[in-house]
């Protein structure tokens, strides 16, 4: 079936460090991704997407990685501030639905 | 401008009782979905559509009914309200396939 996996459930970084939010795909007919952020209360909020024809896209402090070798998607965040603290969703776009995976939290600590 | 727009933000229901849960977008997008969070998990879908008029199941679709009534507006509906239909929903709208989904507040209901 369709499905989205994430590694790890929790990630905490330091302040200033990089963080790397990895997640697995299962269904090789997705062509688009993407990575949102939802915050204590609120809706998801969207981070970056990526076509399924780029390995690689780079915006302010976040890039995404594509492999579809072997179906991963991660997305880096560069210094990471108090800021960033949320739940990190992946999601892939295998026909007109968006299917979400669990979710990483990251919390970030001085 | 508004976004996507959710009603009623909290909602307390008795099991058995039913309700719809609405959802505008202002963005002329053509599709629009409806999502539930349990605590400490993902997004689930429940309903979605594509394009006015067309209406599909998703991944938790058992317990509800969704009406696209025109370009703008999904509702969602719980014909008859269980405990576990306890949770937080979403409602999204994008332009189409592969392109950005925005989201709305969310509603709280909580089924008692």
């Known amino acids: 079936g369709e499905s989205v996996g994430l590694h790890l459930p929790t990630l905490s970084v330091q302040e200033g460090d990089n963080s790397i939010i990895n997640c697995a795909y299962s269904n090789s007919a997705s062509d688009y991704f993407i990575w949102y952020k939802q915050e204590s209360g609120k809706g998801p909020q969207f981070i970056i997407d990526i076509r399924s024809n780029m390995d690689k896209r780079q915006g302010q402090r976040v890039t995404v990685l594509l492999n579809k070798t072997v179906k991963h998607l991660s997305l880096q965040i560069a210094a990471t501030q108090p800021g960033d603290s949320a739940v990190y969703f992946c999601a892939e776009n295998p026909t007109d639905k968006l299917i979400f995976g669990t979710g990483t939290r990251l919390q970030v600590f001085p | 401008n508004a976004g996507v727009t959710q009603t009623p933000k909290f909602q307390v229901l008795k099991t058995g009782q039913s309700m719809t849960l609405q959802c505008a977008q202002d963005m002329n997008h053509n599709s629009m979905y409806w999502y539930r969070q349990d605590p400490g998990m993902g997004l689930r879908l429940i309903y979605y559509s594509a394009s006015e008029g067309t209406t599909d199941k998703g991944e938790v679709p058992n317990g509800y009914n969704v009406s696209r009534l025109n370009k703008r507006e999904f509702s969602l509906r719980l014909e008859s309200a269980a405990p576990s239909q306890t949770s937080v929903y979403f409602c999204?709208?994008?332009?189409?396939?592969?392109?950005?989904?925005?989201f709305g507040q969310g509603t709280r209901l909580t089924v008692v």
């Open positions: 999204a709208s994008s332009d189409g396939t592969a392109t950005e989904a925005f």
